[in-house]
């Protein structure tokens, strides 16, 4: 049987304020071809469905697609929720879309209840644990003491562990939203930490033949088990330059036979320029991030004016801006020491250096002199 470990979709996620769902139905649309390519029998989806608990309309109509796509390509796909996704609606309906081939596992007690499917060697078992917020799931547990992630996990894998063992021959595979010891975070992902308790030994997921492991952006191997199939899209410009994938997992008849990656398309690269402002839009070396995300640094020793919008004229996926400013000494002191004991036009002359990163220029002092007995006049007129 052949699967394709997918994770962290976020349907529905933006960047800077800048929607992607353009992006991310045409990067989950080309999992369908891999699955048409590759011969996937399913595709699995670990957590982070959506980007929120209460995705909109069009956020559902993407995932609607891109499911529709999948199945059409001839793969069953089974998902869980993840931090991000509210489990109760994720599986509406749940009983009804597994007859079409979507099998949603997102209830604690059903957990240790398999999605089976069979091969020519026999079962294979399945088992999707949806997102085990400890606060919550040690009571539908029966753990009320339990306040970590890996207490409430390690109890839904014995609880897996114990079904397998009466699945006598079944080759198995575990779906888990988790931070796993070893794995390297990217900046992207929301904490899951409760009361600083959110690390999982490996350990805790012993005794199964492949574990799909969500919740982690970064693509990575903790084991030739355990693994990471990241995020199918950079979601924060930490990951630029990040080649996604998916992985594929084989299993025989013994169990797990081969994983490999499969990279996915990039439908719109992430770039961080730094320099002046003048530099970043005349610049030629430059010409390969004109249809790129962009996050630019601006360098420029005075802020410049309305730098956003003559950065979109070249860069019109322009969507992070920061200012520097180099030639800004630095100063130890918080702003309010620096302002104490000085007069009203030294305040606002510290004002204009704090802004610009440049000294007022004696004309502007004696302008913004001027300003200030014109107020304090209306002031006592007033």
């Not at 693994?227 to 992985?247: D, M, T, V």
Request: glycine fraction near 8%.
């Amino acid at each position: 049987m052949r699967l394709l470990h997918t994770s962290d979709w976020h349907i529905g996620r933006s960047l800077h304020g800048t929607e992607l769902l353009a992006e991310q139905e045409q990067v989950l649309g080309a999992l369908a071809e891999v699955v048409a390519a590759e011969r996937v029998d399913v595709v699995l989806v670990a957590g982070d469905v959506y980007d929120r608990a209460v995705p909109s309309a069009d956020a559902t109509a993407v995932l609607s697609r891109v499911v529709a796509r999948l199945r059409r390509a001839g793969a069953v796909v089974v998902l869980t929720p993840g931090n991000h996704d509210s489990a109760r609606r994720l599986g509406a309906f749940s009983e009804l879309l597994a007859a079409g081939g979507l099998h949603v596992r997102s209830e604690i007690p059903m957990l240790d209840e398999p999605v089976l499917l069979a091969d020519e060697h026999g079962d294979v078992a399945i088992y999707g644990l949806p997102f085990l917020e400890p606060e919550v799931a040690r009571f539908e547990l029966g753990l009320p003491a339990a306040r970590s992630h890996e207490a409430v996990l390690a109890e839904a894998m014995d609880r897996v562990r114990s079904d397998l063992f009466l699945r006598p021959g079944a080759r198995s595979v575990v779906l888990a939203h988790a931070f796993v010891g070893g794995g390297q975070p990217s900046d992207s992902e929301r904490d899951i930490s409760v009361g600083g308790v959110d690390l999982v030994p490996a350990g805790v997921f012993d005794g199964v033949d492949y574990v799909a492991l969500g919740h982690l952006h970064r693509p990575q191997t903790l084991s030739p088990r355990l693994r990471y199939s990241g995020s199918p899209l950079a979601y924060s410009f930490g990951e630029a330059g990040q080649q996604k994938q998916a992985w594929l997992v084989d299993l025989d008849a013994a169990g797990l036979a081969d994983v490999r990656p499969v990279p996915l398309p990039t439908p719109r690269p992430l770039t961080m320029l730094t320099g002046e402002l003048d530099a970043l839009l005349q610049d030629p070396a430059h010409d390969d991030a004109v249809g790129h995300f962009v996050s630019a640094r601006l360098t420029d020793p005075v802020r410049p004016t309305d730098p956003m919008r003559r950065l979109q004229t070249r860069f019109p996926h322009c969507v992070h801006l920061e200012w520097t400013g180099s030639g800004a000494a630095v100063d130890a002191r918080s702003y309010q020491e620096r302002l104490r004991g000085r007069s009203d036009l030294d305040v606002v002359g510290e004002f204009v250096s704090h802004v610009r990163a440049v000294r007022a220029t004696p004309a502007e002092r004696d302008l913004l002199g001027r300003a200030l007995v014109a107020a304090a006049r209306a002031e006592a007129d007033g």
